[in-house]
């Protein structure tokens, strides 16, 4: 198969969770035959061509604009113009694959000006993060959200949860949406034998300190604040040792003021963002991941933290009961409800045995559940499927 793939993030930009997803679902596409082109913004100093692991990465400049929904328009203008450029050099595609509502509008235009079917992957909808649409500018995203999935042969979406909130939202028919998780390459948390463990720990907390962290973007439905209004909670049942540690960039202005009224400010650290490599080595000292979420609608920092073999707590929100078995691979506690939190954050902390075993069941389920390799061939089938339905049909 000949592959035309759009997203508005790929390595080095990484904002939340599609560049992961597309870095590491395409390269064993790539492994099972498939040619894959793959065309994203220009960022910093990464070429704007280069093949990773075998997908051929085209980086587009896109004009700023004068604001975020002009930088949009110009993206879609510049990816359609750049992939026209690519087909006529290239031949004919048998797909193209959109990654957000973001590309949405070019990935359409290709899709009628070349006869090539259109897949979409939607990883999150405007209708969930806000819980229903309320605004000009969240009634416009959803209208492209919408607009995406009604124009796409075949939805993929990464969660039960996700696949009744497109139904909620747009109607999407059961029929026209195809569940595959993400994945995770659990070697990538694998540190060489001469890591120093404990001189790395204490750059964050003493020996006596269990940490206590979160990490992803500083957004409301994060749910951050609960892990803060949790913490008194938790240090009058650990003798105040116990050192929560925030991970992101972003402004944590409201959070930093939040942790100094609830009297826990020495008891907090807010790194600011974190590298991936010395996030791969934090995880690795750290005692418990805590995932809070309002919304998620997967959850794949919860399958880092599996990888990573640290313990985990999560809100029972969206897809996240369905990536953490409650009392199995991890705690699932009760969304926006800091004494339920504080719980399952205690149940790991007092009862260690009981945390290594939730941490191997965790690592057991990787390779089960979100093996890309086992998850590429769930694409590959969805692809075949749709190429095989093109070729009954005559497209006018």
């Given at each position: 198969m000949k592959i035309l793939v759009l997203t508005w993030e790929f390595p080095p930009?990484?904002?939340?969770?599609i560049s992961r997803h597309v870095a590491e679902l395409y390269p064993e596409l790539?492994?099972?035959?498939?040619?894959?082109h793959l065309i994203t913004v220009e960022f910093g100093q990464a070429p704007l061509y280069e093949i990773v692991e075998g997908v051929k990465v085209h980086r587009v400049r896109v004009n700023p604009g004068h604001d975020f929904f002009h930088w949009i328009a110009n993206l879609n203008q510049s990816f359609g113009h750049h992939a026209s450029k690519i087909?006529?050099?290239?031949?004919?595609?048998?797909?193209i694959h959109a990654h957000d509502?973001?590309?949405g509008d070019g990935a359409i235009a290709l899709k009628h000006n070349f006869k090539i079917p259109l897949v979409a992957t939607i990883h999150a909808t405007e209708y969930g993060r806000y819980n229903g649409i309320y605004t000009d500018t969240q009634r416009y995203i959803s209208s492209k959200e919408e607009a995406l999935t009604h124009d796409a042969w075949r939805t993929i979406v990464c969660s039960g949860y996700m696949r009744d909130e497109l139904q909620r939202a747009f109607g999407t028919p059961t029929d026209k949406i195809d569940i595959i998780y993400n994945g995770?390459?659990?070697?990538?948390?694998?540190?060489?034998?001469q890591f120093d463990r404990n001189r790395f720990r204490r750059r964050f907390a003493e020996d006596r300190e269990k940490i206590v962290?979160?990490?992803?973007?500083?957004?409301?439905?994060?749910?951050?604040?609960?892990?803060?209004n949790a913490a008194p909670i938790i240090l009058s049942e650990m003798n105040s040792c116990v050192k929560f540690i925030i991970i992101g960039g972003g402004n944590t202005n409201a959070l930093?003021?939040?942790?100094w009224n609830l009297g826990i400010w020495d008891r907090c650290y807010f790194t600011g963002f974190m590298s991936d490599e010395d996030l791969n080595k934090f995880q690795t000292i750290a005692d418990c991941a805590v995932f809070p979420s309002l919304y998620e609608p997967f959850g794949i920092v919860a399958l880092e933290s599996f990888a990573a073999k640290v313990p985990v707590v999560v809100s029972n929100t969206g897809g996240l009961p369905e990536v953490v078995q409650h009392t199995k691979t991890g705690i699932v506690t009760e969304t926006n409800n800091a004494d339920s939190l504080a719980w399952g954050i205690l149940e790991v902390l007092k009862n260690p045995g009981y945390a290594r075993w939730l941490i191997d069941n965790a690592f057991a389920s990787l390779e089960e559940h979100f093996d890309w390799f086992k998850l590429a061939r769930k694409t590959e089938q969805v692809y075949s499927r749709i190429i095989?339905?093109?070729?009954?049909?005559s497209w006018h």
């Open positions: 930009k990484i904002v939340g969770g790539v492994k099972s035959g498939h040619e894959i087909i006529a050099e290239e031949g004919n595609f048998d797909l509502w973001v590309v995770i390459r659990a070697e990538k948390k694998q540190l060489p034998p962290y979160y990490v992803g973007r500083m957004a409301y439905e994060k749910g951050i604040y609960l892990l803060l930093k003021e939040q942790a095989a339905e093109r070729s009954q049909i």
